[in-house]
T-cell receptor, first 116, second 114 residues
Framework: DADVTQTPRNRITKTGKRIMLECSQT?????MYWYRQDPGLGLRLIYY???????NKGEISDGYSVSRQAQAKFSLSLESAIPNQTALYFC???????????????FGPGTRLTVL | DQQVKQNSPSLSVQEGRISILNCDYT??????FLWYKKYPAEGPTFLIS?????DKNEDGRFTVFLNKSAKHLSLHIVPSQPGDSAVYFC?????????????FGKGTKLSVIP
């Protein structure tokens, strides 16, 4: 079984609809992240959470919100979807671990979201 | 302004030959560099990393070289195999405040021709 899972894998919705993307992990990591990838671009950070009570905005948080329901679950919501939010969305987890560890991030399979 | 640049959107290499993927960065505060591989319909997979205190890190067929003075790193794959065909992302991170954040390049699509 995959360590980081995302649901749904694909979603088509209409402008103005509320959408929730879900991420679950079995790696036991405290840190979780949401990224988006647009064609021809690298991944950009939307939100990140270092534990259940610690949620922070990333580079491109406008139009998005998140909820960290448990250590293993981190959801991304689009309150009112717009077409330029059409993208691939990735969840990631990490664990800084021992001193000297570089806190490698491990990614889920992604959700392809299309907003019409 | 892009802090991590992968100037080659694509690269084609014959099976068995060496693949060299390049990455340049502008932020001298970056302390760690990572390479991720991404297949279609999958998430990025961590491949190899290097600390700024080193100039080389090797893991099997994959070697990453870092030239800190030139702010340049490269990923060498030897020998290249058809299964290596994927998009490769270079990423960088610093230490201290904001050290969690990975800054990604746009990726290079590698095609290994049998």
């Amino acid at each position: 079984d995959a360590d980081v899972t995302q649901t749904p894998r694909n979603r088509i919705t209409k402008t103005g609809k509320r959408i929730m993307l879900e991420c679950s992990q079995t790696k036991g990591h405290d840190r979780m992240y949401w990224y988006r990838q647009d064609p021809g671009l690298g991944l950009r950070l939307i939100y990140y959470s270092f534990d259940v009570k610690d949620i922070n905005k990333g580079e491109i948080s406008d139009g998005y919100s998140v909820s960290r329901q448990a250590q293993a679950k981190f959801s991304l919501s689009l309150e009112s979807a717009i077409p330029n939010q059409t993208a691939l969305y990735f969840c990631a987890t990490s664990d800084p671990g021992l001193a000297g560890d570089i806190d490698t991030q491990y990614f889920g399979p992604g959700t392809r979201l299309t907003v019409l | 302004d892009q802090q991590v640049k992968q100037n080659s959107p694509s690269l084609s290499v014959q099976e068995g030959r060496i693949s060299i993927l390049n990455c340049d960065y502008t932020n001298s505060m970056f302390d760690y560099f990572l390479w991720y591989k991404k297949y279609p319909a999958e998430g990025p997979t961590f491949l190899i990393s290097i600390s700024s205190i080193k100039d080389k890190n090797e893991d099997g067929r994959f070697t990453v070289f870092l030239n800190k003075s030139a702010k340049h790193l490269s990923l060498h794959i030897v020998p290249s195999q058809p299964g290596d065909s994927a998009v490769y992302f270079c990423a960088a991170k610093g230490t201290g405040a904001g050290s969690y954040q990975l800054t990604f390049g746009k990726g290079t699509k590698l095609s290994v021709i049998p």
